[in-house]
T-cell receptor, first 115, second 107 residues
C-alpha cells in the first residue's frame, strides 16, 4: 500500500512552458485534491475531485487544469507556467472529502520553480 | 471561505518543556484535523478531531466546536517534534488551512 504518490519531486520550468504534475493513490479514495504551499501562507486548495469524471475549483484555481479519468489518478496541468506558480504542490486524498469522519492523506510534494 | 487563525506563529522550546498551540475558525466546520509538517516537508496527520478530546502519546488535542477553536498540547517536547503544525477544517468538499505554528525544540 503506497498511499499517495507524486511525481516528479522537483521540477524547474521556464516561463510559458507547460507540464503535468502526477498524483496517484491506491486506497480507493473518492476524494482527491491539489494544494499549493507558499511561505507564510499555509496550504491553499487549487482543485478537487469527488470521483472519476467530477472536478471542481478550490480557492486558487487560475492557471491550473485538472481531470479525473480514474479513481486512482488526479493529474494537475500547468498550461503556461508563470513565476507566480513557483511553489510546493501537494496532492491529498480521503474517502469522502471534508465530511465527518474523513482523514486526509498527503503525498510527499513536488517542488516547482518557474524561471 | 473559512478563515483559520493559528497562534503562536513561532515557538522555541527547550527539550522537555510543554506547549499549547491554538487554532480559531471563522465559521463552523464538520471536519477538523491537525497535521505536522516535518523538516523534510512531509505532512503527517496527527488527529482527526471535530469535537472533544483525543490523546496519542505525548500529544493531545481538544476541540470546542461551539466556540470554533481547537488546541494541540505537546508535553515533554523532543527535538523530533520540531517542524510546522497546521490545523485544517472543512465542510462539504473544501478544506481550509491555517498558516501554521513553526516549532523549534532545542536540546
Amino acid at each position: 500500500n503506497a498511499g499517495v504518490t507524486q511525481t516528479p519531486k522537483f521540477q524547474v520550468l521556464k516561463t510559458g512552458q507547460s507540464m503535468t504534475l502526477q498524483c496517484a493513490q491506491d486506497m480507493n479514495h473518492e476524494y482527491m485534491s491539489w494544494y499549493r504551499q507558499d511561505p507564510g501562507m499555509g496550504l491553499r486548495l487549487i482543485h478537487y475531485s469527488v470521483g472519476a469524471g467530477i472536478t471542481d475549483q478550490g480557492e486558487v484555481p487560475n492557471g491550473y487544469n485538472v481531470s479525473r479519468s480514474t479513481t486512482e489518478d488526479f493529474p494537475l496541468r500547468l498550461l503556461s507556467a508563470a513565476p507566480s506558480q513557483t511553489s510546493v504542490y501537494f496532492c491529498a486524498s480521503s474517502l469522502q472529502g471534508a465530511t465527518v469522519g474523513n482523514t486526509q492523506y498527503f503525498g510527499p510534494g513536488t517542488r516547482l520553480t518557474v524561471l | 471561505g473559512i478563515q483559520v487563525e493559528q497562534s503562536p506563529p513561532d515557538l522555541i522550546l527547550q527539550e522537555g518543556a510543554n506547549s499549547t498551540l491554538r487554532c480559531n475558525f471563522s465559521d463552523s466546520v464538520n471536519n477538523l484535523q491537525w497535521f505536522h509538517q516535518n523538516p523534510w516537508g512531509q505532512l503527517i496527520n496527527l488527529f482527526y478531531i471535530p469535537s472533544g478530546t483525543k490523546q496519542n502519546g505525548r500529544l493531545s488535542a481538544t476541540t470546542v466546536a461551539t466556540e470554533r477553536y481547537s488546541l494541540l498540547y505537546i508535553s515533554s517536547s523532543q527535538t523530533t517534534d520540531s517542524g510546522v503544525y497546521f490545523c485544517a477544517g472543512g465542510t462539504g468538499n473544501q478544506f481550509y488551512f491555517g498558516t501554521g505554528t513553526s516549532l523549534t525544540v532545542i536540546p
